[in-house]
Nanobody
């Protein structure tokens, strides 16, 4: 059974930083593209960042470029999202997702497995 478990969310002031983690089990982690999406209240879920299996192909949403960094540790079956210079508009539930083929990284439909999410709240 595949499980993706996010952690590291919380409340932070604008300008602060958080590091999210997503621990995967039940799959061959190194073969999967891993991504982060987020969903703010009343809004649709949106793509944040993705990293392909080998870690050298990374894509970011324009809204987070230069502030967020996605990385993965295949030995630990874990993907990370380092979030710096946080803004109130970054407030959302952040979800980890896994995709075997890594073709359309920004599309929710591409992803096979999802975590339950972790809340990030940025106060102004």
């Amino acid at each position: 059974q595949v499980q993706l478990v996010e952690s590291g969310g919380g409340l932070v002031q604008a300008g602060g930083s958080l590091r999210l983690s997503c621990a995967a089990s039940g799959l061959t982690f190194s073969r999967y593209t891993m991504a982060w999406f987020r969903q703010a209240p009343g809004k649709e879920r949106e793509f944040v960042a993705a990293v392909r299996w080998i870690g050298d192909n990374i894509v970011y949403a324009d809204s987070v470029k230069g502030r967020f960094t996605i990385s993965r540790d295949n030995a630990k079956n874990t993907v990370y999202l380092q979030m710096n210079s946080l803004r109130p508009e970054d407030t959302a539930v952040y979800y980890c997702a896994a995709d075997l083929y890594g073709l359309d990284l920004g599309s929710m439909a591409e992803y096979d497995y999802w975590g339950q999410g972790t809340q990030v709240t940025v106060s102004s």
